[in-house]
């Protein structure tokens, strides 16, 4: 008799089209337990403005109490105008931040990777595009979002604002290891990127970051980049780098710059992961790197794969079902070739599809690819 693995999984859709394509994603997940030797079992919560409209907090301590219990949790978007008068420490970002802060989920993976159907969707010529996979191991619980003290002083039209990039070699120490450990899967390749040049942290990034490659990944090709010139280098010739490993900061705008080499921010997935614990548990959370979108959010007009592909990562790291994400990932894939496209990819020639649209189409190429 053969056992079920069980997952439990957390879904909090969000704000603006965080929802919508949370759906999608849900009947993704109904897919897999129908078509696997996995169940997965789902609650949802609210989190962001969503929350802060329901419980005046973006995330509450309940919320948090279930995020801090479960197998994985998946995450839409948080965000939107509406909230934009709500206290600094309430706004919707801050329910983000809280997660990844509390539960330690230090290493984000950024993934930026041109699905050939799409190179011509680039703002880039499709030849420097075409085959592109990098990944951006950004470090998420540290450096200026979190460093304190971070306040505004003073009064009326003289005022002082003050946000404090700290980092401690720990926290380098462990990122380092994921970068390195990623490349040995890759391409062997890590560029690590920061400031030397102007900040402090630049310089101890640099040292520990050597050290670590020095001890423990001197196999591993290791090039220190600063910041400035990496995000030149992303858009001048992108398919030079493998693994790129940065600070929070950095991190947040290069991966914003090479999420949209591969054609749109609607296609990129993300894992923050944390360290495995005692109970041999680790935490994580997948998202989609794009925003909420509240302009075109209730009109089935967004892109729900991101959503869909963070399922996918969440398939592989937390689960180790590396042969149902790439499934996955085949899925997606011949859909974008057989023309299928929602409006932020949208070319001629091809099929315009809304956002259950291209759920439906997904699953109809999960069920054509295992039968
Ligand atoms: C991201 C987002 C967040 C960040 C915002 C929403 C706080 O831009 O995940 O990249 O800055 O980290
Ligand atoms: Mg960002």
Not at 306 to 329: N, P, T
């Amino acid at each position: 008799m053969s056992t079920m693995a069980t997952h439990d999984l957390l879904l909090l859709a969000g704000d603006g089209i965080g929802p919508e394509i949370m759906a999608q994603t849900k009947r993704v997940i109904d897919w897999f337990n129908d078509h696997s030797a996995h169940q997965f079992t789902t609650i949802d919560d609210l989190v962001g403005g969503a929350a802060y409209d329901a419980h005046k907090s973006p995330a509450t301590d309940e919320m948090m109490a279930k995020a801090g219990q479960v197998d994985a949790i998946l995450f839409g978007a948080v965000g939107g105008d509406k909230w934009t008068d709500v206290p600094y420490e309430a706004r919707p970002e801050a329910g983000l931040l809280r997660l990844r802060k509390d539960l330690e989920l230090f290493a984000n993976l950024r993934p930026a990777v041109c699905y050939p159907a799409l190179a011509q969707a680039s703002s880039l010529k499709p030849e420097l595009v075409e085959g592109l996979d990098i990944m951006i191991v950004r470090e998420l619980t540290g450096g200026v979002y979190f460093g304190e003290p971070k306040e505004i002083t003073g009064q009326g039209n003289e005022k002082r604002a003050v946000d404090t990039q700290v980092y401690e070699t720990h926290e380098i120490d462990r990122i380092a290891r994921v970068a390195f450990g990623m490349a040995k899967k890759r391409g062997n390749k890590v560029h690590s990127s920061e400031k030397h040049n102007v900040m402090a942290t630049g310089i101890l990034w640099k040292e520990v970051v050597t050290q670590i490659h020095k001890e423990d990944f001197a196999d591993v090709e290791l090039q220190h980049i600063l910041a400035d010139n990496c995000a030149m280098q992303l858009v001048r010739n992108p398919k030079q780098f493998d693994v790129i490993v940065t600070d929070n900061l950095f991190g947040d705008i290069l991966s914003d710059v090479a999420a949209m080499l591969t054609g749109s921010l609607g296609m990129l997935a993300s894992a923050s992961l944390g360290a495995v614990g005692t109970d041999g548990k680790m935490k994580a959370m997948y998202e989609p790197v794009h925003g909420s979108a509240p302009d075109i959010a209730g009109q089935g007009k967004a892109n729900p794969i991101a959503m869909i592909d963070s399922f996918g990562m969440c398939l592989r790291y937390s689960f180790d079902m590396g042969k149902e994400a790439d499934l996955l990932q085949q899925a997606i894939t011949k859909v974008l070739e057989n023309g299928l496209r929602t409006p932020d990819i949208m070319q001629e020639g091809m099929e315009l599809v809304s956002t259950s649209g291209m759920g439906d189409a997904i699953l109809a190429e999960l069920n054509n690819l295992s039968s």
